[in-house]
């Protein structure tokens, strides 16, 4: 399981973002719990990129998320393009209007395979 650093101390306050990841029957699982936003999407993409290193199927879990803004659609088009390049495919799980919407907004909704639970994800992410 990889864990982001610890985000600098904010008056006690959560951090704005966290991800985690883990590999569960040879798929990597990444968790975003928060908001991905400009100030968020610098830390989401690295760490994504970090954990999907050799991967041979992902998902990205984004059911934890409150606010998804342009910056996090941008993160998730990086991701794809990354990993398109060794045929993996990244697979999202949603189920909130906050993080459906904007894909569906921005037209992408297409591009991603979209899974309403972890446990649909991971069926089809099985390699």
Do not use: W
């Not at 959560?14 to 999407?41: N, R």
């Not at 610098?42 to 342009?70: C, H, P």
Request: glycine letters at 8%.
């Amino acid at each position: 399981m990889t864990d982001q650093p610890p985000a600098p101390s904010n008056g006690g306050r959560p951090p704005l973002l966290t991800v985690q990841s883990t590999e569960q029957d040879g798929v990597v699982v990444v968790g975003l719990a928060g908001e991905l936003d400009m100030s968020t999407a610098d830390q989401a993409l690295t760490t994504l990129r970090d954990a999907t290193v050799g991967a041979a199927s992902v998902v990205v879990d984004m059911t934890g998320l409150r606010f998804f803004a342009s910056a996090g659609l941008n993160v998730l088009l990086y991701l794809r393009r990354d990993l398109s390049d060794r045929d993996v495919v990244v697979r999202l799980v949603a189920d909130q209007r906050a993080v459906l919407r904007p894909l569906e907004l921005m037209g992408v909704v297409d591009q991603f395979p979209i899974h309403a639970s972890l446990a649909d994800a991971l069926v089809s992410a099985r390699p």
